[in-house]
């Protein structure tokens, strides 16, 4: 079982904006920064959204990231069928000693 | 470009051992490092250590410590993960990621390998 707890999924129309949700503790995202990623079926896992808020190079700003407390959200504005995807969080836990993901959250558009 | 190239599937039989290995090329970094991330089918990824680029530090997950060993060849950039006393629920796709790590934690993983899947099956 993850620390780290999403929805299960997520389903929205083209165009619409969606939020995805990661819930943690002081232990994880409290206290580290949060990274979200893409994985579409039997691909690696894409970083869309480091440090909480950045994207890398060539990400779309249609995606973006926040943190407040013990949780943290990726949104996705303008969705597009190509979108449709697992999402999941990740972070530090300092009390695993350990990267964790979250249990992820599919998107349908 | 960055690239992270992994060695093919493996199929082993329970209790065998596996060595995964990861080529990284088109970056020089002094502070970055290579993690092994695991994702069993159906399930979401899980972190199983890091291993540093250039100092040779080392983090392992709790779960695995003991029974993985990550080293790394400098010369040839390849890093490699072995895990050993292999069962059934390892059977799960492997990644290699570069993911910068500090004396504390690891901040996530940016650019990825393709993954290897490694199959236990008696």
């Known amino acids: 079982q993850s620390v780290l707890t999403q929805p299960p999924s997520v389903s929205a129309a083209p165009g619409q904006k969606v939020t995805l949700s990661c819930s943690g503790s002081t232990s994880n995202i409290g206290n580290n920064f949060v990274c979200w990623y893409q994985q579409l079926p039997g691909t690696a896992p894409k970083l869309l959204i480091y440090e909480n808020n950045k994207r890398p190079s060539g990400i779309p700003d249609r995606f973006s990231g926040s943190k407040s407390g013990t949780s943290a959200t990726l949104g996705i504005t303008g969705l597009q069928t190509g979108d449709e995807s697992d999402y999941y969080c990740g972070t530090w836990d300092s009390s695993l000693s350990a990267y964790v993901f979250g249990t992820g959250t599919k998107v349908t558009v | 470009q960055v690239q992270l190239v992994q060695s093919g599937a493996e199929v082993k039989k329970p209790g065998a051992s596996v060595r995964v290995s990861c080529k990284s090329s088109?970056?020089?970094?002094?502070?970055?490092?290579i993690s092994w991330v695991r994702q069993a089918p159906g399930q979401g990824p899980e972190w199983m250590g890091w291993?540093?680029?250039?100092?040779?530090?080392?983090k392992y997950a709790q779960k695995f410590q003991g029974r993985v060993t990550l080293t790394t060849d400098t010369f040839t950039r390849t890093a490699y993960m072995e895990l050993t006393s292999l069962r059934s629920d390892d059977t799960a796709v492997y990644f290699c990621?570069?993911?910068?790590?500090?004396?504390?934690?690891?901040?996530?993983?940016?650019?990825w390998g393709r993954g290897t899947l490694v199959t236990v099956s008696s």
């Open positions: 291993i540093s680029d250039y100092n040779g530090n080392i």
């Open positions: 088109g970056y020089t970094s002094t502070s970055l490092g």
């Open positions: 990621t570069r993911e910068f790590c500090d004396t504390t934690r690891c901040f996530g993983g940016d650019f």
